[in-house]
């Protein structure tokens, strides 16, 4: 089956920039999705298909895919963005929907 | 906007089905392009997608639990549900619905989760 692979855990300074990547086999063909979940919440779209962002969500979020490799950019990170970020794709050789590992941002 | 809500048992026994309904507000489950989905996350865990139904009845299940689990849709309540049979230890979780684009399969809005415990 597909298989997602995040980091589990990226580290960075308030106003730096965090990039969270997801490899899987030529991930670049697939529409990437990315949620966040902060603790006890349920997760909450923040970019879809690679990289067009839903209504309310900051211009600071982006993403690209390319290769076997896509990336959710966080631009000028608060403290408000410390959470659960999980990748997502529809892989239709196999009909079944797979989610990331997750990765956890932590803002120092 | 469209909204979700999980409701069932927060306790089942081992070897036992697991029953939850996801009610729709704000919005018709019959209208637009989307299928209604059930995803659920063990503690300290991530996210495992469980299946889907679109209104037409049609459904996808994941392959690993694909034997155990029924989605189906009741479009007069404006509700879907998830049965989940001969549960274990291991299907306690928080389980989630939500509602999914048909096309490129992103997930917006997500109900808020309820935690079903399986222990006898």
């Known amino acids: 089956s597909y298989v997602l692979t995040q980091p589990p855990s990226v580290s960075v300074a308030p106003g730096q920039t965090a990039r969270i990547t997801c490899g899987g086999n030529?991930?670049?063909?697939?529409?990437v999705h990315w949620y966040q979940q902060k603790p006890g919440q349920a997760p909450v779209l923040v970019v879809y298909?690679?990289?067009d962002r839903p209504s309310g969500i900051p211009e600071r979020f982006s993403g690209s895919n390319s290769g076997n490799t896509a990336t959710l950019t966080i631009s000028r990170v608060e403290a408000g963005d410390e959470a659960d970020y999980y990748c997502?794709?529809?892989?239709?050789?196999?009909?079944?929907?797979?989610f990331g590992t997750g990765t956890k941002v932590t803002v120092l | 906007q469209v909204q979700l809500q999980e409701s069932g048992p927060g306790l089942v026994k081992p070897s036992q089905t697991l029953s939850l309904t996801c009610t729709v507000s704000?919005?018709?489950?019959?209208?637009?392009?989307?299928?209604w989905s059930w995803i659920r996350q063990p503690a300290g865990k991530g996210l495992e997608w469980i299946g889907r139904?679109?209104?037409?009845?049609?459904?996808n299940y994941n392959p690993s639990l694909k034997s155990r689990v029924t989605i189906s849709v009741d479009t007069s309540k404006n509700q879907f549900s998830l049965k989940l049979s001969s549960v274990t230890a291991a299907d306690t979780a928080v389980y989630y619905c939500?509602?999914?684009?048909?096309?490129?399969?992103?997930?917006?809005?997500w109900g808020q989760g309820t935690l079903v415990t399986v222990s006898s």
């Open positions: 939500a509602r999914e684009e048909t096309i490129l399969n992103w997930f917006d809005p």
């Open positions: 704000g919005g018709s489950i019959s209208s637009g392009s989307y299928y």
């Open positions: 139904i679109y209104t037409s009845g049609s459904t």
């Open positions: 030529n991930i670049g063909s697939k529409s």
């Open positions: 298909d690679d990289s």
């Open positions: 997502q794709v529809w892989d239709s050789s196999s009909d079944h929907l797979v």
